[in-house]
């Protein structure tokens, strides 16, 4: 006759002290705000850039906005409108109207163009 014998498993299963499932909510809490604020970050629109940009140092400036077109620089933009006056002025403040620190343009960009009353 054979006979069956219960054989338990060799590690016992491990069980969390109050401490111990204390630290595992607070580590799972954790890990859900992080992960909130990341897919907040990714996915929210992206804000305009605000038109007080585009206000001058000494006091309110006009202008106006440019949609950078196929094709469009920096140089080519500031020779339309600085209608024969210093170029690379017009260029300058292109620049640090806009905070650009390169002449890099993306088609569809928006620029900060100060225009002289």
């Given at each position: 006759m054979a006979t069956t014998t219960n054989i338990r498993s060799a590690t016992p299963i491990p069980k969390l002290t109050s401490r111990g499932r204390c630290v595992l909510q607070l580590t799972?809490?954790?890990?859900?705000?992080?992960?909130?604020?990341?897919?907040?970050?990714?996915?929210?629109?992206?804000q305009?850039?605000?038109?007080?940009?585009?206000?001058?140092?000494?006091?309110?400036?006009?202008?106006?906005?440019?949609?950078?077109?196929?094709?469009?620089?920096?140089?080519g933009i500031s020779t339309r409108l600085s209608d024969n006056d210093d170029q690379s002025?017009?260029?300058?403040?292109?620049?640090?109207?806009?905070?650009?620190?390169?002449?890099e343009l993306e088609v569809g960009q928006v620029l900060f163009i100060p225009v002289s009353e």
């Open positions: 799972v809490g954790l890990v859900v705000v992080v992960l909130t604020a990341v897919s907040i970050a990714a996915f929210a629109p992206q305009p850039m605000s038109s007080a940009v585009a206000a001058d140092h000494e006091g309110t400036a006009n202008y106006e906005q440019i949609v950078v077109q196929p094709g469009d620089t920096l140089w002025a017009v260029l300058n403040k292109i620049l640090t109207y806009n905070h650009l620190e390169t002449s």
